[in-house]
């Protein structure tokens, strides 16, 4: 039996499965749609898609490093449940792409996701895993970085929720580049720019108006306000600033003076969940829902 274009559509809008899943099913199934739902169903994929809308705002952070410590790769890979992030599975699937994508040398995550994963795209093996752990997967974002120097990573260890690259420069060590990994991960507020340069005029501008609007200023002489305000100007944007702030280790010293010679050349830092909107449970309308089925 052949199918259509019209076909594929129709088979797309009831399972919800992307447009080349639904052409091989309905080749493998001679163009019955019936069939092509069965064989999506058995392959795991129909009902994994549809769990793509779900809210997946759990999950954790992931980073791959490279044997010569010159690139460093940071993911974030989301489920909808606490208890599936700490799955084995999930977890060795987590590392496993963590890897995969430090393989691609590349922080573009629709190019990585359509790459070749094991003789299908890595979305094609996500997808799939869905079905075998039960709860939607995504992943989420990523970073790479790289270095003629030294890459730094770290993920804290309890629950793997945060963690963060460091690329440095100069006469930099590998101790140096873990280090500061671990203070961007652990530090609050966490670090927005490398160094007081990179941060926007317009950045600076907004702050300044804040600080000027506060009550506390009101009376004030102009030029007493301005003193004022600078001072806290500065202190705000040294918390922004990585090289500016206290290193954790020793809050006596800036990271800045802690890494010379070596400067930051780029950082990038994940926690898990950051920016998801999550829904409220709503367990008298679950528990309705799985009555009627």
């Known amino acids: 039996m052949s199918f259509t274009a019209k076909d594929v559509a129709e088979l797309r809008r009831i399972t919800n499965v992307g447009m080349m ?22 392959k795991g994929i129909a009902g ?47 590392n496993k792409i963590a890897k ?12 990585v ?15 799939e895993q869905i079905s075998t752990i039960g709860e939607k997967i995504e992943l989420r974002r990523i970073q790479y970085l790289e270095s003629d120097a030294v890459v730094g990573a770290y993920v804290h260890p309890v629950g793997s929720k945060v963690g963060a690259i460091v690329a440095l420069a100069g006469e930099a060590t590998e101790e140096k580049a873990s280090d500061i990994a671990m203070h961007i991960s652990a530090s609050s507020p966490t670090p927005e720019f490398k160094t007081r340069d990179d941060i926007p005029a317009e950045t600076i501008e907004a702050e300044k ?20 305000v600078e001072g806290r100007i500065n202190k705000i944007l040294a918390a922004k600033t990585l090289d500016e702030q206290a290193f954790i280790k020793n809050p ?7 890494l010379a010679p070596a400067t930051i050349a780029a950082f990038a830092y994940l926690k898990v969940g950051e920016g998801v909107e999550k829904k409220e449970d709503n367990f008298a309308d679950e528990v309705a829902s799985m009555m009627n089925n």
């Open 252 to 258: 006596d010293e800036k990271v800045k003076a802690y």
């Open 209 to 228: 108006k804040i600080e000027l609007g506060k009550e506390d200023l009101a009376g004030k002489p102009e030029e007493i306000k301005e003193k004022i």
């Open 48 to 94: 994994a898609a549809k769990k793509i809308s779900n809210v997946a705002a759990e999950g954790i952070v992931v980073a791959a490093l490279a044997d010569d410590k010159k690139s460093a790769a940071l993911i974030e890979v989301n489920c909808q449940t606490d208890f599936v992030a700490k799955n084995d599975d999930f977890i060795a699937l987590a």
């Open 113 to 127: 996701l359509a790459a070749d994963f094991e003789g299908k795209s890595l979305k094609d093996t996500i997808l």
């Open 21 to 42: 899943k639904c052409k091989e099913a309905l080749s493998e199934c001679n163009g019955d749609i019936d069939e092509a739902i069965n064989y999506l169903r058995q």
């Open 100 to 111: 995969f994508v430090l393989g691609q040398k590349s922080g573009d995550i629709e190019t």
